[in-house]
């Protein structure tokens, strides 16, 4: 599985965006981006994927560059509740099933 | 909602004793995982299983064992617990396929005195 790289930590005021950068520079065409988030003590959450599109849910918005190298997860109006580690991970999914591995994530300190 | 529950969140146990962890999905997913999340190291994968009855290995299932007799439960056993077992483990379950997402309980945090 291609590796990727997060800054170690960002702060963000409450009700701004959040703006997460990731690089994925050796991912695969066959390496989708996910982005999970895990608030202290408890079980990491998943909050977007995607291939090659732009995705947007109801948590999070995520741009994917054209040359897929580099992605951004967007916060549109952090809250406090939003402090936690993100974790941008490519995952293979060329079999029925894939492990994740997670790095060291962006530790987001969203503030008053 | 998917839901993904694990039996204990917290648990402490003696060095030699046999521990089960339980975990539940609501969503009949046919793949389920363990995981043990430790600082620096991150995630670590110990066993998948993708069927009822049917089990893989991952990175690191020295002391481990697992159970899937029903599909929607996944068991982690530690045959004899050691100490360096002490860790965060965490269960997911997906359904299988390009693109499905993995979705995480809540993590037992295992002492091993």
């Known amino acids: 599985d291609a590796k990727t790289t997060q800054p170690p930590s960002m702060d963000c005021a409450e009700g701004r965006a959040a703006n997460l950068p990731c690089n994925h520079s050796t991912i695969s065409g066959n390496e989708y981006v996910y982005w999970y988030r895990q608030i202290h003590s408890q079980g990491p959450q998943y909050i977007i994927h995607g291939l090659k599109n732009n995705e947007t849910n109801e948590m999070a918005s995520l741009i994917i560059t054209e040359d897929r190298k580099s992605s951004t997860l967007i916060l549109p109006h952090a809250t406090l509740r939003d402090t936690a580690v993100y974790y941008c991970?490519?995952?293979?999914?060329?079999?029925?099933?894939?492990?994740?591995?997670f790095g060291a994530g962006t530790q987001v300190v969203v503030t008053p | 909602d998917v839901k993904v529950t694990q039996s204990s969140r917290y648990l402490v146990k003696r060095t030699g004793e046999k521990v089960f962890l339980e975990c539940v999905q609501d969503m009949d997913h046919e793949n389920m995982f363990w995981y043990r999340q430790d600082p620096g190291l991150g995630l670590r994968l110990i066993y998948f299983?993708?069927?009822?009855?049917?089990?893989e290995k991952g990175d690191i299932p020295e002391g481990y064992s697992v159970s899937r007799e029903k599909k929607e439960r996944f068991s982690l056993i530690l045959e004899s617990a050691s100490t360096n077992q002490t860790s965060m483990y965490l269960c997911a379950s997906e359904t299988g396929g390009a693109g499905e997402t993995q979705y995480f309980g809540p993590g037992t945090r295992l002492l091993v005195l």
């Open positions: 299983s993708y069927d009822v009855k049917m089990k």
């Open positions: 991970i490519v995952r293979v999914m060329s079999t029925s099933w894939g492990k994740l591995q």
